[in-house]
């Protein structure tokens, strides 16, 4: 179940943000938008895939009381008795005024009503919310919601549109939500972030598996950042471009957004380390880091950035990597190409990283 559940967390998340851009997108009019289509039946599979695959976390916590009482009895204790438990009937409530808004027709306005509640039911069973409420609850969910919107929106561009007209008018709206976006999301982020872990702690978390799966969502989101920059002027440039290579470049960056979501998806399963002796006693340390270091990592740990040979050339191969995706992006390559950039990014810094520091 352990290796399950961020699988289906990451599903979850994409299923989110396209469920987000489709109700958002009913809110602009045909000619600020390409033309983009998505089935009701559609819409109904995405809301019942993340029923589903919401429940998984669910499940998991109720494995753990197997051993002590009855199957029944341990999952009417963690639905009725516990956060998670209460946030996924809640999100079943909302989720069937959603569908049943749907398949009535009703006002859009009730559409982002409904899924607003909930992404809402996320913020409630967040890590934060149960240390401290209303911070929890209201950044918890205010990243969440942009993170979809935007994620959401370009999904159903890249992917779901008929043509590439109308991007000029898009990008006039889209632009800026993108970028109010990004701040909120980097602003709650940052918020959340330093309720579970110290700013000077970040490093030494390296060296557990919850601290591993940040720094590589943050490493992920440098790419992320290059390509909405580049898209926004590749839209400029290639509205009227026959070639629809566009919408290939959108694909790209929604493709590397996934990655974050993948990163997320495994670090929502792992315990914040609130403490990181006591965490790196009772969870262990990342096993991968103590392979790359070739020690076994014993409290108390403190980590220190120390230039390596491996580590420098691994850093320099990285900023490579990120000079090759400008260049692919000004000379319009193939978008396998900026897609393996990236990822061999995300790779090369990683562990240019792992092999500078010492414990």
Request: aromatic share 16%.
């Amino acid at each position: 179940m352990s290796y399950i559940v961020p699988f289906t967390e990451f599903i979850t998340y994409i299923l989110y943000s396209i469920l987000a851009g489709s109700i958002v997108l009913e809110f602009i009019q045909t000619e600020k938008k390409p033309s983009t289509n998505i089935s009701k039946s559609a819409i109904y599979w995405i809301i019942i895939g993340i029923l589903v695959f919401s429940l998984f976390p669910i499940l998991r916590v109720i494995t753990f009381f197997i051993d002590d009482v009855s199957l029944k009895m341990a999952a009417y204790s963690v639905f009725v008795k516990t956060a998670i438990g209460n946030a996924w009937i809640y999100l079943c409530m909302f989720a069937l005024m959603l569908g049943i808004n749907i398949y009535n027709d009703g006002k859009k306005y009730f559409n982002f009503f409904w899924l607003l509640l909930m992404i809402l039911s996320i913020g409630y069973a967040g890590h934060i919310t149960s240390m401290d409420f209303w911070k929890g609850f209201i950044f918890q969910s205010s990243h969440f919601l942009m993170v979809s919107i935007w994620s959401g929106i370009l999904f159903h561009v890249a992917f779901l549109s008929k043509d590439t007209k109308n991007y000029s008018n898009f990008l006039k709206w889209f632009t800026p939500l993108a970028i109010i976006s990004v701040v909120i999301i980097f602003a709650s982020g940052m918020i959340l972030m330093l309720e579970e872990l110290k700013l000077k702690d970040y490093m030494t978390a390296w060296l557990l598996p919850y601290g591993q799966m940040l720094l590589l969502k943050h490493i992920s989101i440098i790419p992320v950042l290059f390509f909405a920059f580049f898209n926004g002027f590749l839209m400029k440039q290639s509205i009227e471009d026959s070639s629809n290579k566009i919408k290939k470049w959108l694909k790209a960056e929604y493709i590397i957004i996934t990655l974050v979501f993948f990163f997320t998806g495994i670090m929502s399963t792992q315990s914040p380390p609130h403490n990181l002796n006591l965490t790196l006693k009772t969870e262990g340390s990342s096993k991968w880091i103590e392979f790359i270091m070739g020690i076994d990592i014993l409290s108390p740990m403190k980590v220190v950035f120390a230039f390596t040979l491996e580590g420098s050339l691994l850093l320099g191969m990285s900023m490579t990597f990120l000079v090759l995706l400008i260049i692919s992006f000004i000379k319009k390559t193939n978008i396998i190409l900026p897609i393996a950039f990236s990822f061999c990014f995300v790779i090369t810094m990683y562990l240019g990283l792992m092999y500078n520091i010492t414990v």
